[in-house]
């Protein structure tokens, strides 16, 4: 079977919603395809598997069920310059393609699931882990990046009995944020009774985890690998390898066109933007390249994208955490506060 279609969008996450809705809002129809039947606020997941009746389920939504143009749930395997294969087969040719298929986890399912496609095996898988939690004693969480530290901050707050450990492989948390960043995260990890390990390399050996500068294995009962992001690149490597960087990453210009590609845009986590790898900016970027779509059905061409300073709203618990501004770091309840209430959930949907 072959579809046409004007805009086809690979990849239903932040990024390609964003493309998505802004482009039918103006009229023009797009497809849209994602291997899930739902959309989910990451920024929810974490506190979804330590205190459930928190977050409840709000966090996802079936693309059904707010996507205005039309959904295909399926794997896209191979991808042109022109046309994109599903997995049972089916051609979907198009006019613009968006490539937004996003990033995944080696192996932290509860970050971004690769296996439950459906809605309610998505939230069993979270409920899952949220009964493992409960019957831990100790737990380490691999990885001081934002999802390590949230981790390690939420399990310690919802479940003050479990002994946290979290293991970073250099001498300071949440590399390339600032030192104040860096230091506050740490002191209200260290309040809320979180072991940190700094300069450590877990590596998994059978079913144990052994930090090979110590040489001692780990003795948690539950471990999170918060390591490890790859990109989602599989499909464009048969046809389309050379858009590639060393990384996987998809080569963009100051536009977010696919360099060397007149029918391909790129955003959000797969592409190599220069951006931070975030939800918000890959909304921003969503929007610019709905702008760009519009302007170029006009015959006009819109200006280079304009890279956003980075904001960041780290939670550590579910009170305290920093917020990094452009020209400020704080840890002001108020500031926090915004992003406590329901982690942006409500945010994320209104603006779709
Ligand atoms: C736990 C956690 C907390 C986070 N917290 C924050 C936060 O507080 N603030 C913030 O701004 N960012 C946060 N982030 C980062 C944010 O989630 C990512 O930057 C964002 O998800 C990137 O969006 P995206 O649309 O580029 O890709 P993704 O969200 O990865 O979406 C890509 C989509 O493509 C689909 N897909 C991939 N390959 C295929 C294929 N071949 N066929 C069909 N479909 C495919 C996937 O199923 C997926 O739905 C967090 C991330 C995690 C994991």
Not at 76 to 93: C, F, H, P
Not at 251 to 258: A, M, P
Not at 304 to 319: D, E, F, S, T
């Amino acid at each position: 079977m072959t579809i046409q279609t004007d805009v086809l969008i690979i990849g239903g996450g932040f990024a390609g919603v964003t493309v998505a809705q802004e482009l039918e809002k103006q009229g023009i129809k797009t497809t849209l395809v994602d291997r899930k039947d739902y959309f989910e606020v990451t920024f929810a997941t974490l506190r979804n598997i330590t205190a459930p009746d928190k977050t409840k389920n709000r966090a996802r939504k079936k693309y059904q069920d707010f996507l205005s143009g039309r959904f295909i749930q399926s794997d896209v395997v191979e991808m042109s310059s022109t046309a994109a294969v599903l997995i049972d087969g089916t051609e979907i040719k198009f006019t613009q393609g968006i490539i937004a298929s996003g990033t995944r986890y080696s192996s932290m399912p509860v970050a971004k699931s690769t296996i439950a496609m459906d809605i309610s095996a998505r939230n069993d898988e979270l409920l899952g882990f949220h009964e493992k939690l409960k019957s831990a004693n100790k737990v380490l969480v691999i990885g001081g990046g934002v999802v390590g530290v949230e981790l390690a901050g939420e399990i310690a707050y919802a479940l003050p009995n479990i002994q946290v450990t979290l293991a970073h492989n250099s001498h300071v948390l949440l590399n390339g944020f600032e030192e104040k960043t860096q230091r506050k995260s740490l002191e209200q990890l260290n309040s809320l009774g979180v072991d940190v390990i700094f300069n450590s390399q877990y590596l998994k050996i059978d079913d144990s985890y052994i930090d090979k500068n110590t040489g001692i294995a780990s003795d948690a009962d539950l471990v999170f690998e918060a390591t490890g992001v790859l990109p989602n690149n599989e499909y464009l490597k048969t046809n389309l390898s050379q858009i590639l960087n060393d990384y996987g990453y998809v080569r963009v210009n100051e536009r977010l066109e696919v360099i060397g590609e007149n029918s391909l845009y790129a955003l959000g986590d797969i592409a190599d933007v220069g951006e931070a790898k975030l939800g918000y900016l890959a909304q921003e970027q969503g929007k610019y390249v709905a702008k760009s779509i519009i302007k170029k059905l006009k015959g006009k061409s819109n200006k280079a994208y304009k890279r956003n300073p980075l904001i960041a709203l780290i939670p550590v618990g579910q009170k305290d955490g920093v917020v990094q501004l452009p020209f400020a770091v704080t840890t002001l309840r108020f500031l926090v506060g915004l992003k406590q209430k329901d982690l942006f959930v409500n945010k994320v949907y209104k603006a779709f």
